[in-house]
């Protein structure tokens, strides 16, 4: 079956750095995205990997090992607006997106 | 303004009622999809369209209906609704596979 792993909830301090793991299961693999959803709202994009390595973009920062079945997003220089769900979801063979259940990230003074 | 835009926003309904949840996007997106959101859940696909009459089940289709008579516009409806059903409806578009999708604000469904 198709899964994606991730910690339910995470707890970092502001100016901090944080890793959010994902571990994914696919019938083939077509990349592997990170969205941001603040509570209430809906999903945005943050970063997309196909390739093995680390995709950087500001205070964040995606790393994916195909042969690991392994990505990472990594915060740096914590907000307090940075406090939401980070949501992993990896493409299959037919392009379709597998989604975990989401990280809650809880950001401290 | 361009974007994707969901209606209603907040929705109360019975157990048995038929509604529908509207999707609109002005980006001329060839793929739309319909998803729910519940917690300890991620995002349950439900249908999706790859072009204008072409839809086809995900996840999680039953006790649902979808059409696509234009690009723009990918209406979900509950024909009977459950209680089961009470979520956060999300609609998505994309232009291209590969290319990340784009959210509408969601609606929320409570079926009492």
């Known amino acids: 079956g198709q899964n994606i792993d991730q910690p339910t909830e995470m707890t970092a301090t502001e100016g901090a750095i944080v890793q959010i793991n994902c571990t994914y299961q696919t019938s083939g693999f077509n990349g592997l995205f990170w969205y941001q959803q603040h509570a209430g709202e809906a999903p945005t994009f943050l970063s997309y990997n196909v390739l093995d390595g680390l995709e950087e973009k500001g205070r964040f920062s995606s790393f994916l090992s195909r042969s690991k079945g392994y990505s990472y997003l990594l915060l740096k220089e914590l907000q307090m607006k940075d406090s939401a769900s980070y949501l992993c979801a990896a493409q299959d063979s037919n392009y379709q997106l597998i989604w975990g259940a989401g990280t809650k990230l809880i950001i401290k003074p | 303004d361009a974007g994707i835009t969901q209606s209603p926003r907040y929705k109360i309904t019975e157990t048995g009622r038929q509604v529908t949840l509207m999707c609109h996007q002005t980006w001329s997106h060839s793929y739309m999809f319909w998803y729910r959101q519940d917690l300890g859940h991620g995002l349950r696909l439900i249908y999706y369209?790859?072009?204008?009459?072409?839809?086809d089940k995900g996840e999680v289709p039953d006790g649902y209906v979808v059409s696509r008579s234009k690009t723009e516009n990918f209406p979900l409806t509950l024909e009977s609704a459950t209680r089961s059903q009470t979520s956060v409806y999300f609609c998505?578009?994309?232009?291209?596979?590969?290319?990340?999708?784009?959210f509408g604000d969601g609606t929320r469904l409570s079926i009492l």
């Open positions: 369209s790859a072009a204008a009459d072409i839809t």
């Open positions: 998505a578009s994309l232009d291209r596979l590969n290319q990340p999708q784009h």
